[in-house]
């Protein structure tokens, strides 16, 4: 599986558009990007998920390069209760559907 | 509703004494895995299962045993705990690889004396 880079931690302001950016250059033709986020000490939440063409759902939208080796997360209008740890992952869900977490970004929403 | 639960949600033992974790999902899923999470590594798949019967080693197994003799059902068992498996724990489910949505269970918070 691919190894993604995101930053550490990330500010945004409540009501505003979340960025959050991850790269994932070594990306696989197959490898699908993923978008998770855990909540304090909750189980990871499925937020989204796309292979080369952008994509939204009701939570958010997720922005893929064409070249496929980064890609953006936008959470349109930001609320207090978006405030988590986003992980950004490439996976084919093999192996039972395995999930290679990093480390995330530490979104913090501020009123 | 759609979920993933798992038994206890806290447990506090000793070392040797053998534990177990449930794990029940009520979507019909194949697919079921385990991870533990530790500070700075991140989660891990401990043990996965594509089908009843069917158990395969994750990335960190030594110390654990599986077993998936229904669907819904896949405990996580601890013959012999130490303090190094002290860990919050996730049981996941997800309905084949063709799907897009792994649901995770809500943790069980371990601590081994």
């Known amino acids: 599986d691919a190894k993604t880079t995101q930053p550490t931690s990330m500010d945004c302001a409540e009501g505003r558009a979340a960025n959050l950016p991850c790269n994932h250059s070594?990306?696989?033709?197959?490898?699908?990007v993923y978008w998770y986020r855990q909540i304090h000490s909750q189980g990871p939440q499925y937020i989204i998920h796309g292979l080369k063409n952008n994509e939204t759902n009701e939570m958010a939208s997720l922005i893929i390069t064409e070249d496929r080796k980064s890609s953006t997360l936008i959470l349109p209008h930001a609320t207090l209760r978006d405030t988590a740890v986003y992980y950004c992952?490439?996976?084919?869900?093999?192996?039972?559907?395995?999930?290679?977490f990093g480390q995330g970004t530490e979104l913090s929403v501020k009123p | 509703e759609a979920q993933v639960t798992q038994n206890p949600r806290y447990l506090i033992t000793v070392t040797g004494k053998k534990l177990t974790v449930t794990c029940s999902q009520n979507?019909?899923?194949?697919?079921m895995s385990w991870y533990r999470q530790d500070p700075g590594l991140g989660l891990r798949q401990i043990y996965y299962s594509m089908n009843v019967e069917v158990t395969d080693k994750g990335d960190v197994p030594e110390g654990y045993k599986v077993s998936r003799k229904e669907k819904r059902n896949f405990p996580l068992i601890l013959e012999s705990p130490s303090p190094n498996q002290t860990s919050l724990y996730f049981c996941?489910?997800?309905?084949?690889?063709?799907?897009?949505?792994?649901?995770f269970g809500p943790g069980t918070r371990l601590t081994v004396l």
């Open positions: 992952i490439v996976s084919i869900y093999n192996q039972g559907g395995k999930l290679i």
């Open positions: 070594t990306i696989s033709g197959n490898e699908y």
């Open positions: 979507m019909n899923h194949e697919y």
């Open positions: 996941a489910s997800l309905r084949d690889r063709a799907a897009d949505t792994q649901y």
